[in-house]
């Protein structure tokens, strides 16, 4: 760590435990779960805070529960677990395909759901698959849990709509069902890599027409999107190449990215409109 500061971490044993500390200012930390975040921006100068609570490993944030319609995910869920679960493959399929982009194997094994969510990152993997399902996001405090819809828990670049005093325990998301989900990473390398643009979609067809269709890009914006524009236009219309040549038009001036040392603004919006026909032709 280039920080000489010492961070006094606390391990609590259960969730309740955690909320208690969380609940009052005077020991409140920051919440560490795989640190696999944190501990690189801490590292790289970033002031580190001078608590912390540490929520890896707590058994309430570890399960996956299969409901009728539905998944629950706990938020202390790693992306090597997520990987190795056949159910969730079988139901929110993005979902483990973009967690099997995270960073490297040793970063997936420690890694969790709600870490890389909790960071905001606008190049989060999960988040565009996440945002897809039309899903939630439950937290809890001591005054009791409630759930925030993904389309609003990212409010601001790094910020999401969570109290100091919450925690996030859950992800409650729909299952496909008939509709086929894909997600894209494009980035410098094949792992390790931070994304210049990824996508990740629903997409229901009947008959050869587009029942629904839900997509979703990441580092176009401050934070994840849905392409609510190209979403509406797809809604009803025939799987043909003009609609798919639309829909890569249209996309590509929906997203306002910027430039940075990983891509230049013109190239993530020629790329937005690439993986939303890549998401189409994949049909």
Request: contains cysteine; proline residues 6%.
């Amino acid at each position: 760590m280039k920080t000489t500061e010492k961070i006094d971490i606390r391990f609590p044993k259960t969730l309740a435990e955690a909320l208690r500390l969380q609940a009052r200012e005077e020991t409140r930390g920051k919440l560490l779960a795989g640190g696999t975040d944190l501990m690189v921006q801490w590292a790289s100068g970033v002031p580190a805070p001078g608590r912390a609570t540490s929520i890896w490993n707590l058994p309430e944030l570890s399960s996956i529960e299969i409901f009728p319609g539905h998944v629950e995910i706990g938020a202390g869920v790693t992306h090597a677990f997520l990987c190795d679960c056949p159910q969730i493959r079988a139901h929110v399929p993005a979902l483990v395909a973009a967690a099997a982009t995270v960073g490297a194997k040793q970063i997936q094994a420690r890694g969790t759901l709600g870490g890389n969510a909790a960071n905001a990152s606008p190049a989060g993997d999960t988040a565009p698959a996440l945002l897809v399902t039309g899903g939630s996001v439950v937290l809890a405090s001591l005054s009791g849990t409630r759930e925030i819809p993904l389309s609003q828990f990212w409010t601001a670049y790094r910020q999401i709509a969570a109290r100091p005093d919450e925690i996030i325990v859950a992800f409650r998301l729909p299952q496909k069902g008939k509709a086929r989900e894909r997600f894209r990473k494009i980035g410098t390398r094949r792992a390790q890599a931070i994304s210049k643009v990824m996508a990740a979609s629903r997409i229901l067809v009947e008959k050869g027409i587009i029942q629904s269709a839900a997509i979703a890009l990441g580092s176009v914006a401050p934070t994840p999107v849905r392409l609510g524009a190209v979403e509406s236009f797809l809604a009803g219309k025939s799987l043909s190449p003009a609609v798919i040549d639309e829909a890569e038009r249209l996309a590509q001036a929906t997203v306002q990215p910027i430039a940075d040392i990983r891509s230049s603004a013109e190239y993530r919006r020629w790329a937005s409109g690439r993986l939303v026909r890549d998401a189409l032709e994949n049909l």
